[in-house]
């Protein structure tokens, strides 16, 4: 252990935190204000996740933390160590291993249980801000159930680009009353957010936190003739050949060469493990043992 | 002195707290489930689970309700030394602790406002006992339905109208926690 209070914060903090949290699971999809304290990161750096995770944490538990579902990633690194030094909890890269996640921008391909808790770094926990700048004004929409705008937004899309071209950070209406910033997940992700495992999200610079219970109803904005679709790049991963998985698409040389490789790194390692092989993951084995003939 | 007063608070507050909340906060997210609440000892009438969340939860910034019997000298005095919470009426709580009968008419505690509906009181029910029988529950947190036992129905059925208003409950008894939010649909099973 360290010379720190268990996970960092100091207990009334984390008191505070802990009755946010709470609100939070009992009114889903409504942002609780918090008092968000400095920490030992920059804001952006997913203050509000730590937050969150720190107030959560138990010795018991073990920690993943991904970036764009990556665990080898500066953020997640340095995530990953710093609740190793102040909270002493075990870590992990598994996925069904760990028992809190605290993640950036994805949702693990791997389904999520019961007995696991899922933390969102947010940037802008507001699905309105963008569309109205005033908290005054987001709040009085958010009572009034006033979400007209929202909807404006996306028929604009579909009136400029033919369809609804927001593809991360997609709206989604939680138990039928509050519209929700799902932070910056790829919309792919949108649909498991009913996942049975809890939700927490954490906005450090915006001093919010929200959450959803297991089994919460999450829709994702849609119009009966555009409904609501779950892309991802038409390709196979190129290390792994899993074709349900979010894929980056990772630029290799200046002449235009690229491959796809699932974003999601424990789930390709553990494919690769299980012995599948992907394009160009076959390629490169064949060219290596060449050669070595 | 009445040293009495000093005994009964977390051997190792970091640890005992965070392990105290992961059940309180499992307890809140899947309604109907019954989790063990440990760390705390006390005085009668306060049973261990609902002393646990108090040290949890409460500290000088949550006016505190005591309603009923457990507006006692010993409580208040031990409230007074732990957790440093103002013991106030229930229009002015955050959190309040009694048995279902002190504890009425509900209407008396905050239930939050339209814009912040965070603002409403969490009530600490104590009860004999936490029986998974009896009221069906549905709702976030639920996979289908779960049944549990309630001190009454219609009180819940009508905070749930209140939704995104109304109150939140925890129910304790010996070192058992079990809770009801807000958004929880309560029907006679």
């Given amino acids: 252990?360290?010379?720190?209070?268990?996970?960092?914060?100091?207990?009334?903090?984390?008191?505070?935190?802990?009755?946010?949290?709470?609100?939070?699971?009992?009114?889903?999809?409504?942002?609780?204000?918090?008092?968000?304290?400095?920490?030992?990161?920059?804001?952006?750096?997913?203050?509000?996740?730590v937050q969150v995770s720190a107030a959560t944490l138990t010795p018991a538990d073990t920690l993943k933390v991904i970036d764009q579902g990556a665990d080898d990633t500066t953020n997640a690194v340095s995530i990953r160590k710093f609740f190793e030094k102040t909270a002493?909890?075990?870590?992990t890269e598994e996925t069904g291993a760990a028992s809190i996640i605290q993640t950036r921008h994805r949702i693990p391909e791997e389904d999520l249980r019961e007995d696991?808790?899922?933390?969102?770094?947010?940037?802008?926990?507001?699905?309105?801000?963008?569309?109205?700048?005033?908290?005054?004004?987001?709040?009085k929409m958010h009572s009034l159930e006033e979400y007209g705008l929202m909807h404006v937004k996306l028929y604009e899309d579909i009136a400029k680009h033919g369809a609804i071209a927001t593809s991360y950070a997609y709206p989604v209406k939680v138990e039928g009353r509050y519209v929700m910033d799902p932070s910056p997940i790829p919309k792919f992700d949108n649909p498991k957010m009913e996942m049975a495992a809890i939700q927490l999200f954490g906005a450090g610079r915006e001093q919010r936190i929200y959450a959803l219970?297991?089994?919460?109803?999450?829709?994702s904005l849609d119009f009966e003739d555009f409904p609501f679709e779950a892309s991802k790049a038409d390709h196979a991963c190129d290390m792994c050949g899993a074709t349900d998985s979010y894929l980056d698409e990772v630029i290799m040389d200046d002449s235009g060469g690229r491959m796809f490789v699932c974003s999601d790194t424990d789930y390709c390692t553990g494919r690769r493990q299980a012995g599948h092989i992907g394009a160009q993951a076959a390629a490169a084995s064949a060219a290596l043992e060449e050669t070595a003939v | 002195m009445n040293t009495e007063v000093l005994k009964g608070g977390?051997?190792?507050?970091?640890?005992?707290?965070?392990?105290?909340?992961?059940?309180?906060?499992?307890?809140?997210?899947?309604?109907?489930?019954?989790?063990?609440?440990?760390?705390?000892?006390?005085?009668?009438?306060?049973?261990?689970a609902a002393g646990t969340l108090l040290l949890t939860l409460c500290d000088p910034d949550t006016p505190l309700h005591l309603a009923g019997d457990?507006?006692?000298?010993?409580?208040?005095?031990?409230?007074?030394?732990?957790?440093?919470?103002?013991?106030?009426?229930?229009?002015?709580?955050?959190?309040?602790?009694?048995?279902?009968?002190?504890?009425?008419?509900?209407?008396?505690?905050?239930?939050?406002?339209?814009?912040?509906?965070?603002?409403?009181a969490t009530l600490i029910v104590e009860q004999e006992v936490l029986a998974q029988e009896g009221m069906a529950l549905r709702g976030p947190g639920i996979k289908d339905s779960v049944t549990m036992s309630l001190p009454e129905t219609e009180a819940f059925q009508m905070n749930a109208m209140l939704f995104p208003l109304g109150l939140d409950f925890f129910f304790t008894s010996g070192d058992q926690v079990s809770a009801l939010p807000r958004t929880t649909k309560v029907e006679v099973a």
Avoid at chain 1, 88 to 91: E, I, N, R, S
Avoid at chain 1, 213 to 219: H, L, Q, S, T
Avoid at chain 2, 88 to 112: D, H, K, N, Y
């Fill in chain 1, 1 to 49: 252990m360290s010379d720190y209070n268990f996970a960092y914060l100091d207990e009334q903090t984390k008191r505070m935190i802990r009755r946010a949290i709470l609100k939070g699971l009992a009114i889903p999809g409504y942002q609780v204000p918090f008092a968000s304290r400095e920490m030992p990161m920059p804001y952006g750096w997913g203050t509000g996740g």
């Fill in chain 1, 88 to 91: 002493g909890v075990a870590t």
């Fill in chain 1, 116 to 139: 696991q808790i899922l933390v969102y770094q947010v940037p802008i926990p507001e699905p309105l801000r963008f569309l109205e700048p005033s908290e005054i004004e987001t709040r």
């Fill in chain 1, 213 to 219: 219970p297991p089994y919460c109803k999450v829709v």
């Fill in chain 2, 10 to 48: 977390f051997g190792n507050a970091p640890v005992d707290a965070a392990y105290a909340f992961r059940a309180a906060m499992n307890a809140m997210a899947c309604p109907g489930t019954v989790e063990v609440l440990q760390g705390a000892q006390p005085p009668a009438p306060v049973s261990v």
């Fill in chain 2, 70 to 120: 457990f507006d006692c000298e010993d409580v208040r005095a031990w409230v007074s030394f732990h957790i440093g919470a103002p013991v106030v009426a229930a229009e002015f709580s955050m959190f309040a602790l009694g048995s279902w009968e002190a504890l009425a008419p509900l209407s008396r505690f905050a239930i939050g406002t339209p814009e912040y509906p965070d603002r409403s």
